[in-house]
């Protein structure tokens, strides 16, 4: 074998090996926690499972793409997030929706995650005032279609 073939071996390997050792993702292992457990007090005082404030666009935005993608394995988790409010009327039912606007590191592309707040007497923020909501990811019915907010939210400003 000619000794630059050994060389790029060599690095790919350690490439490889190095890989292997480290995860950027913010995920955390499995809640061992039954979901029937987190139904029965949805507005518990632990912890965020998934604290997206204060992290690098581009995580938060990868974060929240995972959670679009597989919801099912966000179920039950306490995610915490920041970005901007953004409301919506649906005319054809009177139903509000409300959401926390994530931006991606080059402001082009914009995911958001629905919320409804614990306090329903509550007054929701107004549209583009930054916010960060802490809640409950919990699926629900709506007009026939499973979709999934942070249920028992509260918002800080």
């Not at 390997?13 to 949805?42: H, L, R, W």
């Amino acid at each position: 074998m000619k000794p630059q073939a050994l060389i790029y071996a060599a690095v790919i390997g350690i490439m490889v090996a190095g890989c292997e050792k480290k995860s950027f993702s913010p995920t955390p292992a499995p809640n061992q926690e039954s979901a029937a457990d987190t139904e029965k007090n949805p507005a518990d005082d632990r912890e965020p499972d998934i604290d997206l404030v204060g992290m690098s666009a581009t995580i938060v935005y990868s974060e929240v793409f995972n959670i679009m993608s597989d919801p099912e394995a966000y179920v039950g988790k306490k995610i915490r997030v920041q970005g901007m409010a953004s409301s919506f009327v649906d005319y054809s039912t009177g139903t509000d929706y409300y959401s926390c606007v994530i931006p991606d590191a080059t402001q082009c592309c914009e995911q958001g995650l629905e919320y409804q707040l614990e306090d329903e007497t509550a007054e929701y923020p107004k549209d583009n005032s930054e916010i960060i909501v802490t809640g409950i990811f919990t699926p629900y019915e709506d007009d026939g279609y499973t979709v999934y907010a942070l249920m028992s939210a509260n918002v800080a400003y």
